[in-house]
């Protein structure tokens, strides 16, 4: 008994942890693109990585937490296009103000944690650290005030997605029902 | 001391993105919002003591010194006015939040409202300590931002008229303003307001008048100065009670300290300014007038608020010590007294469920005690003897009188606008609380936000505009020694050397 | 003598032109196209003051013969695009609003406005017998 030995079923067992875009499960009734929906599998991730590699260089190269955050909110951007809110609200479980109030507290923090030393506000200083196998890495203290200003612009795409793209969505689609 | 300059402006900033992750406990929002301010009231205030004791107090953002980096500058003037702004956005916040107490209940938490207003009152703070113009533009984008959101949350399909028409002038305003910063660069090469004024004499004349004329018209939109005041009275009546207030003592004064700061500090003249002479008979009789005619006490209020801009711009047009100090103590008065009027407008309104004025009537016999706190900033607004706004205007009329003919003929129209305020108030008094009591009205859409509620008011509303009052009074008691600092203030924006060798002279010992 | 590029001058006078124009308009979806062609004409503007005129604020030794773009428009810049970026969104959120309350996303007339432009007697006495409320009729045929 075949079954009895692997109690998992066919279907679940090779399913996708990740549930989203997924090829056989159709949330919704809208029309979909199989290619924008493949490309945005592949791209997704890629972007999110970028993004995050926009906001490490971001002191002394083009980069910095707004650019990253604006990247990192396009793939997000990307995902709604291909899945719809249904896939946007799959993937993003954290409110967007929680988002945006972390990012916000987080940089200004950064901005005031100076003066404890007697420094100005937001006096940055550099950190190295001699990490095995990678050598020393420098840290400038200004990178977490970027990482507040990235979670910030995420935590806004995200809400203007939320507002001004499924809103309509259901506002529309609520607006047909009654009619 | 520099260590406390910039958390006016960081610590509301905190405590919006607190609220925002506080957002489903309105307790923890409450008291995040109250704690806030008044901490910045009580930093503003050890700002005005130690500017007046030592001169302006300078910080440099990030340890980059001006002119290169941005520096935050208290000097006597601007933290006058962030303590008293300061106090009046304390005194609405807990008069809004017991009027969302009373229509929401305890447990309404806002993902908007508490945010919103903290970063008005941060987009303030900047724009009284920056020192520097971009910055300035900065300041004022974060408050009028905010500003937007608060004048169009919860609308309703008539208020969101009035919420276009304010949004789309002060976006225009705003990319104005941003023109006049490019091309001040464009002459100067720089953006600080003390190296543009130790530059400025080097720009050719004629471009410098263009330059002082941009940045007129830019503060001009904002401060609602008459030709381009008509945006004013359009909008704020719509807004909910509180917002109307908070948007009536702070945005049109915060504009026109910005305008006083650059025209004294980049544009410095001689003699008495004509144009300036013109726009404030202007401002002060259209809306004077303006206000006679209106039948929305929300409306009316909004006119006399353009009307009495017109006085400070009397003071700056005079353009010396005596007259500039006249204007900033008017502008501290202002403040007060408007933000004041408007939340007895909201009361008012919530007691009779109208802003109709000839709908109301009797009401000092159902409520004396709102009598009274319509009285006393009433009496204020027109500059009655023993009020600040008497002191204020003395102080005015006094270096008008002095400064030349045209100053003493514009004098005399500061005096008949006076007289119009009186009679505009005196009209309300009439109708709102004389007469037979009438029934208030009943709210037809008790859900939305708008200004008008049923007999619903509540002790800490009243206590809130008391308090306000009670500042005003201050105001009038501390005449003495604030017209001393005012003095001192207005002698340092003409000068400008202390100002500037602050600013820059920390470049020197770096 | 300083001068500047003619072709972006022009560019500059066209985007201010169209973007007030724009403005004028009572559709709030053309006073936010308005919008965004003023920002992007003032952005320009801000991009070309950082010639000549003045000098870079760079901290430091500057490479002798190295040609140095001033920097600090292009901070400027950055943040006006980031302001105006939030204020599209907002506009695009505030139409959308107008349209699902009134309909369409047209500035109306201030109805209070047209009534007291039509009022006969400007001040009114005490006894005005009470209209306040749907003046529109009366206003719209001042």
Request: a negative charge; charged letters at 15%; proline letters at 6%.
């Amino acid at each position: 008994m075949t079954q009895q030995e692997d109690p998992t079923p066919f279907e679940s067992w090779d399913r996708p942890r990740q549930a989203w875009l997924l090829s056989g499960d159709c949330r919704g009734v809208r029309q979909r693109t199989l290619l924008l929906e493949m490309t945005t599998r592949a791209l997704f991730p890629t972007v999110l990585v970028f993004s995050l590699y926009l906001l490490l260089v971001g002191h002394y190269g083009p980069g910095g937490g707004f650019a990253a955050g604006l990247v990192a909110g396009l793939a997000f951007v990307l995902r709604y296009i291909a899945g719809g809110s249904e896939d946007l609200g799959a993937v993003v479980r954290i409110r967007p103000p929680v988002l945006v109030g972390t990012g916000l507290a987080v940089a200004l923090l950064v901005a005031v944690v100076p003066l404890a030393f007697g420094l100005p506000v937001l006096s940055s200083a550099k950190w190295a650290l001699d990490v095995p196998l990678l050598g020393t890495i420098a840290v400038q203290t200004s990178l977490f005030l970027d990482v507040g200003v990235y979670l910030l612009i995420i935590g806004v795409v995200i809400d203007l997605l939320r507002s001004l793209g499924s809103g309509i969505e259901r506002d529309m689609r609520e607006e047909g029902e009654q009619a | 001391m520099s260590a406390l300059l910039a958390l006016p402006v960081l610590l509301p900033m905190l405590g919006a993105a607190l609220t925002v992750l506080a957002g489903r406990s309105a307790a923890l929002q409450r008291a995040i919002g109250i704690v806030t301010l008044t901490a910045v009231a009580v930093i503003a205030a050890v700002l005005l003591v130690n500017a007046d004791a030592g001169g302006p107090i300078v910080a440099e953002l990030g340890g980059w010194a001006p002119p290169v980096g941005i520096a935050l500058v208290a000097d006597r003037l601007s933290a006058l006015l962030l303590l008293v702004s300061t106090l009046v956005t304390l005194a609405v916040l807990v008069y809004a939040i017991d009027q969302r107490i009373v229509d929401y209940g305890r447990g309404a938490a806002s993902t908007t409202f508490h945010p919103m207003y903290l970063m008005l009152c941060a987009g303030v703070s900047l724009a009284y300590l920056t020192g520097d113009l971009f910055t300035l533009f900065v300041a004022f984008e974060l408050m009028l931002t905010a500003s937007y959101v608060l004048i169009t949350r919860r609308t309703s399909a008539i208020r969101i008229r009035a919420s276009m028409t304010y949004v789309t002038v002060s976006l225009m305003s705003s990319l104005l303003f941003l023109t006049a910063i490019a091309m001040v660069y464009a002459a100067t090469g720089t953006v600080n307001l003390a190296d543009i004024a130790g530059r400025i004499d080097t720009v050719p004349p004629g471009l410098r008048t263009v330059l002082g004329l941009m940045l007129l018209v830019v503060f001009g939109i904002k401060a609602a100065i008459v030709p381009l005041h008509f945006w004013l009275p359009d909008s704020y009546p719509n807004a909910p009670g509180p917002v109307a207030a908070l948007f009536a003592g702070l945005l049109t004064k915060v504009s026109f300290y910005a305008l006083l700061r650059t025209q004294t500090l980049l544009f410095s003249r001689e003699e008495p300014w004509t144009l300036m002479l013109v726009l404030a008979v202007a401002t002060m009789l259209v809306g004077a007038l303006g206000a006679l005619a209106q039948n929305d006490i929300n409306r009316l209020l909004s006119f006399l608020l353009v009307s009495h801009i017109g006085f400070m711009l009397f003071g700056l047009a005079v353009f010396d010590a005596a007259s500039v100090s006249g204007a900033a103590l008017y502008a501290a008065h202002h403040i007060t007294v408007l933000a004041t009027l408007f939340l007895v407008s909201g009361l008012i309104t919530r007691r009779t469920g109208t802003v109709a004025l000839d709908q109301m009537g009797g009401l000092a016999k159902v409520s004396p005690a709102l009598a009274a706190l319509f009285a006393i900033p009433a009496m204020t607004l027109a500059g009655l003897p023993p009020t600040a706004g008497f002191v204020a205007k003395l102080a005015l009329l006094q270096a008008g009188v002095a400064a030349g003919p045209w100053p003493t003929v514009v004098a005399g129209v500061v005096v008949v606008a006076s007289l119009l305020t009186l009679y505009a108030l005196v009209r309300v008094w009439v109708r709102v609380f004389w007469g037979e009591p009438k029934p208030p009205i009943p709210d037809d859409d008790p859900d939305d936000e708008v200004i008008v509620g049923t007999a619903r008011t509540s002790v800490p509303m009243y206590t809130a505009t008391a308090g306000l009052v009670a500042v005003s009074l201050a105001i009038a008691v501390f005449a003495g020694p604030l017209s001393e600092v005012t003095g001192r203030a207005g002698t340092d924006l003409l000068d400008g050397g202390p100002y500037r060798s602050a600013v820059l002279g920390a470049e020197g010992e770096r | 003598m300083i001068t500047i590029n003619l072709a972006m001058a022009l560019v500059v006078a066209v985007l201010y032109s169209v973007g007030f124009y724009l403005l004028l308009q009572r559709s709030l979806m053309r006073v936010l196209i308005g919008v965004v062609v003023l920002g992007h004409g003032t952005n320009l503007l801000l991009q070309l003051v950082g010639g000549p005129p003045g000098r870079a604020p760079i901290v430091g030794e500057v490479p002798a013969g190295a040609l140095v773009a001033d920097p600090l428009p292009q901070a400027l810049a950055l943040t006006a695009v980031v302001i105006t970026f939030a204020l599209t969104t907002f506009l695009l959120a505030l139409g959308y609003r107008s349209f699902v309350l009134v309909g369409h996303d047209e500035v109306q007339d201030d109805v209070e406005d047209r009534r007291i432009a039509s009022q006969e007697v400007p001040a009114g006495g005490l006894d005005d017998p009470a209209d306040d409320l749907a003046p529109t009729s009366e206003g719209s045929d001042k």
